[in-house]
């Protein structure tokens, strides 16, 4: 009995991988044109896009910027390359591939531009679609296998400021009680501590 050499054809998969990554958005464009209009319906952007460019040449504001979390930061994204305004997203569903099925089509260059995307550590949310240039993995210190945990807004941004700093601003009294974070250094001059300033979680 022998084993016979790979095929000669499985040299090709180099071009099908190339010819699969070109097609894919076209793809994901035809099937969001068979959708149902019902999409049409729950897709906010269409009214924060408008809202944004609204304020943004209104003149009234020196900076416009979009923000959001989870769903919202999905929104704040397509938002942000659609605008063109600087947008952040903390666990946000990325829009590489699907951006051309929006209205108007969101560009890979817009998105590498103006967007940014905060990715938790086992979030599973902001690993639908391919993320933009711009991102910021960060830990995730809840239970190896709670992954609803790794997707808690307060705990991300619990984490962002253990490991930037808070800039001096007070720190969320729940990244201590709730999340476990070690207890924050009262600012100079001062003697107040966490527990003077948190009332106690409520069970």
């Known amino acids: 009995m022998s084993i016979s050499p790979v095929p000669p054809r499985v040299s090709h998969l180099p071009f099908f991988r190339f010819a699969f990554f070109r097609t894919l958005p076209e793809l994901v464009l035809l099937m969001n044109g068979v959708e149902s209009s019902a999409v049409g319906d729950v897709s906010f952007y269409r009214i924060i896009t408008p809202f944004v ?22 929104l704040s994204i397509i938002t942000g390359a659609q605008a063109k305004v600087p947008a952040v997203a903390i666990s946000g569903p990325n829009a590489r591939i699907s951006g051309l099925s929006f209205d108007p089509p969101v560009r890979p260059e817009s998105l590498d531009r103006y967007t940014f995307n905060i990715i938790p550590d086992r979030d599973l949310v902001p690993r639908f679609d391919d993320v933009a240039n711009n991102f910021q993995n960060i830990r995730c210190n809840a239970d190896f296998n709670d ?33 476990d974070y070690p207890m924050p250094s009262p600012l100079p001059g001062t003697t107040r501590t966490i527990d003077d300033a948190c009332p106690p979680l409520e069970e």
């Open 147 to 179: 992954f609803i945990g790794c997707h808690d807004f307060t705990r991300a941004l619990c984490e962002i400021a253990y490991t930037c700093g808070s800039a001096n601003r007070p720190v969320v009294c729940a990244c201590h009680q709730k999340y």
């Open 53 to 74: 460019e609204e304020l943004k040449e209104s003149g009234k504001f020196d900076h416009v910027q979009v923000t959001g979390h989870s769903l919202g930061g999905g």
